[in-house]
């Protein structure tokens, strides 16, 4: 028959004296363990043998085997020995109520249905059930609705295998209302089939531990949610954390310090102390790996804050600022147990410092440059000057060059040298433009930029590197300067006394470099280009005026003169800064201030001129004579056929005002169709009836759409249709692309 295990009650009934613990044990397996069943002669031999291993426990020796003696004797001795084994069983029938009822682990049995038919003293004092108030009831009646699955599940068990594997914790109702928590074991006996008979039960008051379990388990996981928020935190957070003992060894790291390093954690706990890293100053000077701040934090117990260090990877430098705090493990601070390592990424950060400053200072150079540009019969030569001093000036141990092709197409031409030595300066010229040129020459074939690294080593350089190392030039970069066109009109060459490839920052300053003198180029070129054009129109208005008197000649002169040397200086720097104000967003408003008040003042100077061209005529000779003079004009280059017709008391109806208008309109139209038209004719009829006037100008020339037009006026249509506007007067076009254009205008006197 299966025996269940020992339990607390075993254990405390051991503690006992010898007598009252054999009694309470033989007691057990023979009052409480046998089967309540009729006994056969099997079990009746069983019986005896387990009475007389039943006195074998209490006297300690075994029944004395004693021979037949005669009937009555037999009987009064059996009747004896009868008498002595009733009065040891009452007694320990009696130890066994008494241990019972006053057990420490309360006692129950259930029956193979689960209802309860015995419960102990310990039971109703633990749980305040007699065992009148438990007898017949299902044992889940007193369990807790969340246990009574598990139980149910773990008597099926004892049914199944006579115990179950470990004891049961639950929960059962008090008799008053409350829920306390019970330890229990048990045990299931079985009948000679095998089928569960009863469940011998043993529990004792858990309440306590169970709290004590629970509130363990609560700390536990506090802990491990502490735990968690703290390694989500350590991990999450954008510094890099490195932690050492007190040898100086990584004991830990977070992901930003992997980020940072932009190595492994595996690695980063690998790192040895005694290996010198290749670290540096802010100032570029070598940093001693001892003198990291860790390790003097270790050595002193001082904490660092903001120490700036320089980690070579490479070709490239990662900057960090470092802080370090001490840690103590206990209250003797004499020496750090451990150091904390905190650290950021300020590469970044301390490029766009150096950049911002090199930005300031180049945008000073470009003021300077650009007012330098604005004076008078500057040439480009003394502005390149200005400029490379100044290059050379924030970027020490740079020498620069501006190259532009020479006139045979094959050499270079020196522009500006200002820092070059000269013998090196007197041998450029003899560069060749082409693939396999220096850097110069190269970058000037091929259109983009060309990088040297190592002047040494270049093939490019083969004929010329003992020059650039006689002045101690290791690298060279060009950056090529074209126009619009994409045709190349220089090069700005650098060269440095150290290897150097050039950085994002470098990049884009040497772009603002070719870009503005690219516009400072150009702007010399069309100022040529202006000098000619007016030497040229100088030229033809003297040819065309030999007829007209002096002073008209004189007043042509001057208007000639000033706008070449006024207004169009106020207007070339004017779109010096317009140009500049698209690639420098920093500036872009102070450079279209400074654009608005240089055409403000070419605007002011515009109408001085203007003033001085109304012709004297319209007062003088009046509107016909005066439109008669300014086509004969037009006739007179036979540029095209003009053909003037009106209709009208004009001079009469006209007032001085509109008369001025209609001139203007006139001269605007014709001057639009000699530069776009491409016509051989023009047409001007001018209709003047009480109470309008109608002016109309056609031509035979290309045309255009008129209803595109509409949309996208010309200036000088526009000066027109304002025009008409002031006098209140209407406006009509009619063009199509090859059909010419005709002009109708009604003005209201």
């Not at 470098?506 to 870009?515: A, G, L, S």
Request: glycine share 6%; proline share 4%; with cysteine.
């Amino acid at each position: 028959m299966p025996q269940r295990p020992e339990t607390d009650t075993d254990k405390h009934v051991n503690s006992l004296n010898t007598k009252p613990r054999a009694i309470y044990g033989a007691f057990l397996r023979y009052t409480l363990c046998a089967p309540v069943r009729k006994p056969n002669k099997a079990q009746t031999r069983e019986t005896m043998s387990t009475k007389n291993q039943v006195k074998k426990k209490i006297t300690g020796k075994a029944p004395k085997v004693t021979k037949p003696a005669p009937s009555e004797t037999r009987l009064r001795l059996k009747l004896s020995g009868l008498s002595k084994e009733f009065d040891q069983l009452k007694r320990i029938r009696e130890d066994y109520e008494e241990v019972m009822q006053n057990a420490t682990e309360a006692i129950f049995k259930i029956d193979a249905e689960g209802k309860f038919y015995f419960v102990s003293g310990e039971f109703g004092r633990l749980l305040g059930y007699r065992q009148e108030d438990v007898a017949g009831h299902h044992f889940t009646s007193i369990v807790h609705p969340d246990e009574q699955e598990t139980t149910v599940e773990i008597v099926k068990v004892l049914m199944q295998f006579g115990k179950a594997k470990d004891n049961l914790i639950f929960r059962v109702r008090h008799k008053d209302g409350p829920y306390l928590w019970v330890n229990c074991s048990a045990v299931c006996f079985f009948d000679e089939n095998g089928a569960a008979t009863h469940i011998l039960g043993f529990a004792h008051d858990f309440t306590q531990q169970q709290r004590l379990i629970e509130e363990l388990r609560s700390s536990e996981k506090a802990l491990l949610i502490s735990e968690e928020r703290y390694h989500s935190l350590f991990d999450a957070m954008a510094e890099g954390i490195v932690m050492m003992d007190a040898s100086g060894k990584i004991i830990t790291c977070n992901k930003s310090a992997e980020r940072i390093f932009n190595v492994s954690r595996e690695q980063i706990l690998k790192f040895d102390r005694n290996v010198q890293s290749d670290y540096v100053h802010a100032d570029g000077s070598p940093f001693p790996a001892m003198d990291h701040p860790a390790y003097q934090t270790l050595k002193t117990g001082e904490a660092y804050r903001e120490v700036v260090i320089g980690i070579h990877r490479g070709v490239t430098i990662i900057w960090i600022s470092v802080n370090t705090a001490p840690i103590y493990y206990t209250e003797d601070k004499s020496k750090p147990d451990a150091v904390v390592v905190s650290f950021i990424d300020i590469t970044q950060a301390k490029s766009d410092r150096e950049e911002l400053q090199v930005n300031q200072q180049f945008l000073q150079l470009e003021k300077e440059v650009l007012e330098l540009n604005a004076r008078p019969a500057i040439t480009v030569g003394e502005v390149a000057d200005c400029f490379l001093q100044g290059l050379e000036k924030i970027f020490p141990g740079m020498y620069s060059t501006l190259l532009s092709p020479h006139p045979d197409g094959v050499h270079l031409k020196i522009v500006s040298a200002p820092g070059l030595p000269a013998i090196f300066s007197d041998i450029l010229p003899l560069v060749e433009i082409g693939p396999d040129s220096t850097t110069s020459g190269k970058a000037m074939f091929l259109k983009e930029v060309v990088i040297t690294d190592n002047i040494a080593v270049d093939a490019s350089w083969s004929r010329l590197s003992g020059f650039a190392e006689q002045f101690g030039f290791k690298s060279s970069w060009s950056f090529p300067i074209l126009n619009r066109a994409d045709e190349v009109l220089g090069t700005i060459t650098a060269y440095h006394t150290y290897h150097a490839l050039p950085e994002k920052k470098e990049f884009k300053i040497f772009d603002r470099v070719r870009n503005l003198l690219r516009i400072i180029i150009e702007n010399k070129m069309a100022e040529e280009e202006v000098k000619l054009s007016n030497e040229k129109y100088l030229s033809a208005t003297k040819a065309m005026a030999q007829a007209a008197v002096d002073a008209q000649e004189k007043e042509r002169a001057d208007i000639g003169y000033e706008l070449h040397d006024n207004v169009n200086q106020i207007l070339s720097t004017s779109k010096l800064y317009l140009e500049l104000a698209k690639n420098d967003d920093a500036q872009r408003m102070d450079l279209i201030s400074r654009s608005i008040s240089s055409i403000g003042d070419a605007v002011a100077e515009i109408r001085h001129i203007s003033q001085s061209l109304v012709p004297a005529s319209i007062d003088d000779l009046g509107l016909i004579a005066s439109i008669d003079d300014l086509l004969e004009n037009i006739r007179f280059t036979k540029a095209l056929n003009v053909e003037f017709f009106h209709t009208g008391e004009v001079e009469s109806l006209i007032r001085e005002k509109i008369k001025l208008v209609i001139f203007r309109i006139i001269q605007e139209q014709v001057t639009n169709v000699l530069k776009h038209a491409e016509a051989t004719n023009i047409f001007v009829d001018l209709v003047a009836e009480p109470g309008m006037i109608e002016l109309s100008i056609s031509d035979d020339g290309k045309g255009f759409d008129a209803e595109h037009i509409k949309t996208k006026k010309g200036v000088g249509l526009k000066n027109i249709a304002n025009r008409v506007e002031l006098v209140n007067g209407k406006i009509r076009i009619e063009s199509t692309p090859g059909k010419g254009c005709k002009l109708r205008i009604s003005i209201p006197i």
